[in-house]
Protein backbone atom coordinates (compact mmCIF):
# COMPACT_ATOMS: atom_id res chain seq x y z
CA UNK A 1 0.00 0.00 0.00
CA UNK A 2 2.86 2.48 1.27
CA UNK A 3 4.92 1.25 -2.22
CA UNK A 4 2.05 2.13 -4.46
CA UNK A 5 1.51 5.41 -2.26
CA UNK A 6 5.11 6.40 -3.27
CA UNK A 7 5.16 5.43 -6.85
CA UNK A 8 1.96 7.90 -7.39
CA UNK A 9 3.70 10.51 -5.57
CA UNK A 10 7.15 9.51 -7.85
CA UNK A 11 4.66 10.62 -10.81
CA UNK A 12 3.21 13.65 -9.09
CA UNK A 13 6.95 15.30 -8.23
CA UNK A 14 7.74 13.87 -12.70
CA UNK A 15 4.94 16.10 -13.16
CA UNK A 16 6.23 19.27 -11.53
CA UNK A 17 7.55 21.71 -13.78
CA UNK A 18 11.46 20.05 -12.87
CA UNK A 19 12.09 21.70 -9.91
CA UNK A 20 10.99 24.80 -8.20
CA UNK A 21 13.51 27.70 -8.40
CA UNK A 22 15.54 27.65 -4.66
CA UNK A 23 13.90 30.73 -2.93
CA UNK A 24 10.33 29.04 -3.64
CA UNK A 25 11.56 25.80 -2.02
CA UNK A 26 12.92 27.38 0.66
CA UNK A 27 9.67 29.36 1.21
CA UNK A 28 8.24 26.34 0.91
CA UNK A 29 10.01 24.47 3.70
CA UNK A 30 9.49 27.71 5.75
CA UNK A 31 6.04 27.55 5.80
CA UNK A 32 6.33 23.68 6.34
CA UNK A 33 8.14 24.53 9.51
CA UNK A 34 6.07 27.10 10.29
CA UNK A 35 2.53 24.68 10.13
CA UNK A 36 3.95 21.20 11.66
CA UNK A 37 5.10 23.97 14.73
CA UNK A 38 1.73 25.56 14.74
CA UNK A 39 0.39 21.51 14.88
CA UNK A 40 2.05 20.50 17.29
CA UNK A 41 2.38 24.04 19.34
CA UNK A 42 -1.33 24.65 19.21
CA UNK A 43 -2.70 21.09 20.97
CA UNK A 44 -0.45 21.89 23.94
CA UNK A 45 -1.09 25.73 24.55
CA UNK A 46 -5.32 25.19 24.15
CA UNK A 47 -4.94 22.26 26.64
CA UNK A 48 -2.82 23.96 29.04
CA UNK A 49 -5.17 26.79 28.86
CA UNK A 50 -8.22 24.60 29.35
CA UNK A 51 -6.77 22.79 32.17
CA UNK A 52 -5.66 26.47 33.46
CA UNK A 53 -8.92 27.71 33.02
CA UNK A 54 -7.01 30.75 31.28
CA UNK A 55 -8.89 32.19 28.70
CA UNK A 56 -8.51 35.62 26.71
CA UNK A 57 -11.85 36.83 27.69
CA UNK A 58 -14.99 35.11 29.00
CA UNK A 59 -18.15 35.48 26.92
CA UNK A 60 -21.39 35.99 29.33
CA UNK A 61 -24.43 35.23 26.31
CA UNK A 62 -26.96 36.11 27.99
CA UNK A 63 -26.26 39.49 28.22
CA UNK A 64 -23.66 39.74 25.38
CA UNK A 65 -20.89 40.64 27.27
CA UNK A 66 -17.36 40.10 26.76
CA UNK A 67 -14.79 40.38 29.48
CA UNK A 68 -10.95 40.27 29.34
CA UNK A 69 -9.38 36.90 31.20
CA UNK A 70 -11.79 34.79 33.26
CA UNK A 71 -14.60 36.25 35.11
CA UNK A 72 -17.14 33.83 36.12
CA UNK A 73 -19.90 36.25 37.89
CA UNK A 74 -22.10 37.57 36.01
CA UNK A 75 -25.69 36.60 34.50
CA UNK A 76 -26.27 33.28 33.31
CA UNK A 77 -23.52 31.00 32.55
CA UNK A 78 -19.87 32.12 31.86
CA UNK A 79 -18.16 30.88 28.14
CA UNK A 80 -14.40 30.39 28.04
CA UNK A 81 -14.26 28.12 24.95
CA UNK A 82 -13.35 31.36 22.95
CA UNK A 83 -10.97 32.45 25.25
CA UNK A 84 -8.74 29.66 25.23
CA UNK A 85 -8.66 29.35 21.68
CA UNK A 86 -8.46 32.75 21.25
CA UNK A 87 -5.63 32.40 23.31
CA UNK A 88 -3.99 29.13 21.91
CA UNK A 89 -4.07 30.59 18.12
CA UNK A 90 -1.74 33.85 18.72
CA UNK A 91 0.46 32.17 21.48
CA UNK A 92 1.23 29.06 18.88
CA UNK A 93 1.28 31.27 16.15
CA UNK A 94 4.52 33.04 18.13
CA UNK A 95 6.01 29.55 18.89
CA UNK A 96 5.48 28.77 15.32
CA UNK A 97 7.36 31.76 13.50
CA UNK A 98 10.02 31.35 16.37
CA UNK A 99 10.58 27.84 14.72
CA UNK A 100 11.15 29.44 11.24
CA UNK A 101 14.38 31.10 12.13
CA UNK A 102 16.10 28.66 14.25
CA UNK A 103 18.17 25.44 13.37
CA UNK A 104 16.47 22.08 12.67
CA UNK A 105 18.71 20.33 15.23
CA UNK A 106 17.33 23.26 17.76
CA UNK A 107 13.17 22.84 16.70
CA UNK A 108 13.80 19.15 16.87
CA UNK A 109 15.10 19.52 20.15
CA UNK A 110 12.84 22.48 21.52
CA UNK A 111 10.34 20.19 20.47
CA UNK A 112 10.54 17.20 22.25
CA UNK A 113 11.98 19.59 25.87
CA UNK A 114 8.07 21.26 24.72
CA UNK A 115 6.38 17.87 24.60
CA UNK A 116 8.12 16.46 27.51
CA UNK A 117 7.26 19.58 30.01
CA UNK A 118 3.57 19.00 29.09
CA UNK A 119 3.70 15.50 29.96
CA UNK A 120 5.72 16.15 33.56
CA UNK A 121 3.96 19.34 34.45
CA UNK A 122 0.55 18.31 35.21
CA UNK A 123 1.83 14.22 36.26
CA UNK A 124 3.97 16.35 38.59
CA UNK A 125 1.20 18.66 39.88
CA UNK A 126 -0.97 15.04 40.40
CA UNK A 127 2.28 13.62 42.17
CA UNK A 128 2.60 17.00 44.67
CA UNK A 129 -1.47 16.45 45.52
CA UNK A 130 -1.19 13.05 46.03
CA UNK A 131 1.81 13.74 48.44
CA UNK A 132 -0.01 16.09 50.24
CA UNK A 133 -3.05 14.28 51.02
CA UNK A 134 -1.49 10.88 51.59
CA UNK A 135 1.92 11.09 52.82
CA UNK A 136 3.18 14.53 54.35
CA UNK A 137 3.41 14.91 57.87
CA UNK A 138 3.58 18.81 57.90
CA UNK A 139 1.48 21.08 56.60
CA UNK A 140 2.43 20.94 53.00
CA UNK A 141 -0.50 22.99 51.13
CA UNK A 142 2.38 25.57 49.55
CA UNK A 143 3.02 22.68 47.54
CA UNK A 144 -0.09 22.57 45.70
CA UNK A 145 0.43 25.34 43.09
CA UNK A 146 0.97 24.72 39.26
CA UNK A 147 4.34 26.63 39.85
CA UNK A 148 6.17 24.68 42.22
CA UNK A 149 5.35 21.77 40.31
CA UNK A 150 6.74 23.90 37.05
CA UNK A 151 10.36 23.02 38.78
CA UNK A 152 10.40 19.14 39.01
CA UNK A 153 8.78 19.21 35.05
CA UNK A 154 11.09 21.86 33.59
CA UNK A 155 14.04 19.71 35.43
CA UNK A 156 12.32 16.47 34.29
CA UNK A 157 12.27 17.62 30.57
CA UNK A 158 15.69 19.08 30.40
CA UNK A 159 17.15 16.01 31.19
CA UNK A 160 14.82 13.79 28.52
CA UNK A 161 16.01 16.33 26.17
CA UNK A 162 19.62 16.05 26.77
CA UNK A 163 19.83 12.05 26.74
CA UNK A 164 17.66 11.90 23.52
CA UNK A 165 19.27 11.55 20.30
CA UNK A 166 19.35 14.42 18.14
CA UNK A 167 19.07 12.40 15.00
CA UNK A 168 16.31 10.52 16.25
CA UNK A 169 14.55 13.90 17.65
CA UNK A 170 14.46 15.24 13.97
CA UNK A 171 13.11 11.51 12.50
CA UNK A 172 9.99 11.77 14.86
CA UNK A 173 9.83 15.25 14.57
CA UNK A 174 6.44 15.27 12.20
CA UNK A 175 5.13 12.22 14.48
CA UNK A 176 4.36 15.22 17.60
CA UNK A 177 2.01 16.92 15.31
CA UNK A 178 -0.43 13.28 16.35
CA UNK A 179 0.68 12.67 19.51
CA UNK A 180 0.17 16.36 20.67
CA UNK A 181 -3.15 16.14 19.74
CA UNK A 182 -4.16 12.80 20.81
CA UNK A 183 -2.11 13.22 24.02
CA UNK A 184 -4.30 16.71 24.48
CA UNK A 185 -7.40 14.94 23.81
CA UNK A 186 -6.89 11.96 26.48
CA UNK A 187 -6.11 14.40 29.16
CA UNK A 188 -9.46 16.82 28.35
CA UNK A 189 -11.38 13.51 27.77
CA UNK A 190 -10.05 12.12 31.29
CA UNK A 191 -10.86 15.67 32.80
CA UNK A 192 -14.32 15.18 31.65
CA UNK A 193 -14.88 12.13 33.03
CA UNK A 194 -15.59 12.42 36.83
CA UNK A 195 -17.91 16.06 36.24
CA UNK A 196 -20.11 14.46 32.99
CA UNK A 197 -19.38 10.19 32.04
CA UNK A 198 -19.33 9.13 36.06
CA UNK A 199 -21.71 11.42 37.42
CA UNK B 1 -28.64 40.82 13.92
CA UNK B 2 -31.68 43.15 14.81
CA UNK B 3 -32.93 43.34 10.95
CA UNK B 4 -33.14 39.90 10.73
CA UNK B 5 -34.90 39.38 14.08
CA UNK B 6 -37.19 42.06 13.13
CA UNK B 7 -38.56 39.74 10.33
CA UNK B 8 -38.48 36.17 11.82
CA UNK B 9 -39.05 34.30 15.10
CA UNK B 10 -35.64 34.20 17.01
CA UNK B 11 -36.02 30.55 17.45
CA UNK B 12 -36.69 30.24 13.80
CA UNK B 13 -33.43 32.35 12.86
CA UNK B 14 -31.25 29.89 14.93
CA UNK B 15 -32.97 27.03 13.43
CA UNK B 16 -32.19 27.79 10.01
CA UNK B 17 -28.37 28.49 11.00
CA UNK B 18 -28.24 24.93 12.55
CA UNK B 19 -29.68 23.72 8.94
CA UNK B 20 -27.00 25.60 7.34
CA UNK B 21 -24.77 24.19 9.66
CA UNK B 22 -26.18 20.48 8.80
CA UNK B 23 -25.75 21.28 4.77
CA UNK B 24 -22.06 22.69 5.38
CA UNK B 25 -21.03 19.01 7.76
CA UNK B 26 -22.57 16.95 5.40
CA UNK B 27 -20.27 18.63 2.34
CA UNK B 28 -17.40 18.21 5.06
CA UNK B 29 -18.22 14.83 6.03
CA UNK B 30 -18.60 13.62 2.43
CA UNK B 31 -14.98 15.43 1.56
CA UNK B 32 -13.22 14.02 4.63
CA UNK B 33 -14.29 11.05 3.92
CA UNK B 34 -13.86 10.33 0.59
CA UNK B 35 -10.10 11.83 1.05
CA UNK B 36 -9.68 9.38 4.06
CA UNK B 37 -10.86 6.62 2.13
CA UNK B 38 -8.13 7.54 -0.80
CA UNK B 39 -5.07 7.42 1.31
CA UNK B 40 -6.31 4.06 3.03
CA UNK B 41 -6.64 2.19 -0.73
CA UNK B 42 -4.37 4.59 -2.84
CA UNK B 43 -4.20 3.59 -6.40
CA UNK B 44 -2.78 0.87 -7.52
CA UNK B 45 0.42 0.47 -9.95
CA UNK B 46 -1.46 -2.71 -12.54
CA UNK B 47 1.23 -2.99 -14.57
CA UNK B 48 4.23 -1.68 -16.21
CA UNK B 49 4.13 1.84 -16.15
CA UNK B 50 0.52 2.22 -16.10
CA UNK B 51 -1.19 3.39 -12.90
CA UNK B 52 -4.80 2.48 -11.87
CA UNK B 53 -5.87 5.99 -10.79
CA UNK B 54 -8.29 6.08 -7.85
CA UNK B 55 -11.41 7.59 -8.62
CA UNK B 56 -11.16 10.65 -6.10
CA UNK B 57 -8.87 13.55 -6.47
CA UNK B 58 -7.42 13.30 -2.95
CA UNK B 59 -5.81 16.70 -3.35
CA UNK B 60 -7.69 18.72 -5.10
CA UNK B 61 -10.59 18.10 -2.13
CA UNK B 62 -7.89 19.78 0.28
CA UNK B 63 -8.66 23.30 0.40
CA UNK B 64 -12.26 22.61 0.51
CA UNK B 65 -12.29 20.43 3.21
CA UNK B 66 -9.68 23.18 5.14
CA UNK B 67 -12.15 26.25 3.85
CA UNK B 68 -15.12 24.14 5.23
CA UNK B 69 -13.96 23.02 8.18
CA UNK B 70 -13.05 27.10 9.57
CA UNK B 71 -16.16 27.97 7.91
CA UNK B 72 -18.35 25.11 10.33
CA UNK B 73 -16.07 25.43 13.15
CA UNK B 74 -17.05 29.42 12.93
CA UNK B 75 -20.79 28.12 12.76
CA UNK B 76 -20.77 26.03 14.90
CA UNK B 77 -19.16 28.59 17.37
CA UNK B 78 -21.74 30.92 16.46
CA UNK B 79 -24.41 28.45 17.39
CA UNK B 80 -22.73 27.41 21.05
CA UNK B 81 -23.57 30.66 21.88
CA UNK B 82 -27.71 29.29 21.66
CA UNK B 83 -26.47 26.00 23.06
CA UNK B 84 -24.71 26.61 26.13
CA UNK B 85 -28.14 28.64 27.29
CA UNK B 86 -31.07 27.24 25.59
CA UNK B 87 -29.98 23.27 25.26
CA UNK B 88 -27.23 22.64 27.78
CA UNK B 89 -29.07 24.11 31.37
CA UNK B 90 -32.27 21.65 30.30
CA UNK B 91 -30.04 18.91 29.40
CA UNK B 92 -27.78 19.29 33.00
CA UNK B 93 -31.73 19.57 34.46
CA UNK B 94 -33.08 16.19 32.68
CA UNK B 95 -29.84 14.53 33.47
CA UNK B 96 -28.24 13.81 30.41
CA UNK B 97 -24.84 13.97 31.18
CA UNK B 98 -23.71 11.61 28.64
CA UNK B 99 -24.38 14.41 25.85
CA UNK B 100 -22.97 16.90 27.56
CA UNK B 101 -20.43 15.39 28.28
CA UNK B 102 -20.34 14.49 24.51
CA UNK B 103 -20.32 17.61 23.50
CA UNK B 104 -17.99 18.96 25.55
CA UNK B 105 -15.83 16.84 24.30
CA UNK B 106 -16.33 17.92 20.38
CA UNK B 107 -15.54 21.49 21.47
CA UNK B 108 -11.77 19.94 22.44
CA UNK B 109 -11.76 17.69 18.95
CA UNK B 110 -12.93 20.39 16.82
CA UNK B 111 -9.92 22.95 18.45
CA UNK B 112 -7.69 20.04 17.66
CA UNK B 113 -8.57 19.78 14.06
CA UNK B 114 -8.44 23.32 13.34
CA UNK B 115 -4.73 23.24 14.85
CA UNK B 116 -4.17 21.01 12.44
CA UNK B 117 -5.53 22.45 9.11
CA UNK B 118 -2.50 24.41 8.26
CA UNK B 119 -0.28 21.47 8.45
CA UNK B 120 -2.51 19.63 6.78
CA UNK B 121 -2.73 21.87 4.15
CA UNK B 122 1.03 21.80 3.76
CA UNK B 123 0.82 18.16 3.12
CA UNK B 124 -1.47 18.62 0.63
CA UNK B 125 0.62 20.69 -1.44
CA UNK B 126 1.41 19.61 -4.81
CA UNK B 127 4.01 18.66 -5.61
CA UNK B 128 3.87 15.27 -2.54
CA UNK B 129 7.11 14.99 -0.34
CA UNK B 130 7.10 11.62 0.09
CA UNK B 131 9.20 12.03 3.29
CA UNK B 132 5.76 12.91 4.57
CA UNK B 133 3.66 10.35 3.32
CA UNK B 134 2.65 8.59 6.33
CA UNK B 135 1.76 11.99 8.28
CA UNK B 136 -0.24 12.85 5.33
CA UNK B 137 -1.98 9.78 5.56
CA UNK B 138 -2.50 10.18 9.55
CA UNK B 139 -2.99 13.81 9.26
CA UNK B 140 -5.75 13.42 7.18
CA UNK B 141 -7.89 10.75 8.45
CA UNK B 142 -7.43 12.41 12.24
CA UNK B 143 -9.95 14.83 11.03
CA UNK B 144 -11.62 12.88 9.25
CA UNK B 145 -12.47 11.23 12.70
CA UNK B 146 -12.93 14.30 14.33
CA UNK B 147 -15.54 15.69 11.54
CA UNK B 148 -17.34 12.34 12.00
CA UNK B 149 -17.32 12.57 15.79
CA UNK B 150 -18.42 15.83 15.70
CA UNK B 151 -21.20 15.37 13.81
CA UNK B 152 -22.90 12.50 15.52
CA UNK B 153 -22.73 14.48 18.46
CA UNK B 154 -23.96 17.54 16.82
CA UNK B 155 -27.06 15.42 16.19
CA UNK B 156 -27.79 13.45 19.16
CA UNK B 157 -27.62 17.28 20.59
CA UNK B 158 -29.65 18.61 17.79
CA UNK B 159 -32.42 15.51 18.78
CA UNK B 160 -32.22 17.06 22.09
CA UNK B 161 -33.17 20.24 21.08
CA UNK B 162 -32.56 21.69 17.84
CA UNK B 163 -34.36 21.33 14.00
CA UNK B 164 -37.44 18.63 13.99
CA UNK B 165 -36.78 17.44 17.44
Given amino acids: MTQTLEVREGFAQLASTGGAPASTAQTGARFGTFAITFGIAFPLLYTAFERLNWPLFTYHPVLGNLDFWRQNAGVGPPMFWYGWIALAIPTA ?107 | MNIILS ?47 GPVPTASYAPLIAVLYVLQALMGAWIY ?32 G ?18 HAAVRRWVTIFLALTVWYSFIVGHVANDFRGVGS
Fill in chain 2, 114 to 131: LGLLPAYWYFWQQPYSAE
Fill in chain 2, 7 to 53: IMREDTFWKILLFIHFLLAVGLLAGVTLQAAAVLMPARQVAGKFIDR
Fill in chain 1, 93 to 199: LVVALAATVISKQWLSRGTVFCCALAAFWPASLTGLRIFIVDWATFDADFLNSVWVAAIPAFVGAAVITYYVPVRWAERVWTSWLLIAPIGGLAVLGYSLLQPWFLR
Fill in chain 2, 81 to 112: IKYRTYVRIPMEELRHFWTVGSFEFKEHIVAM
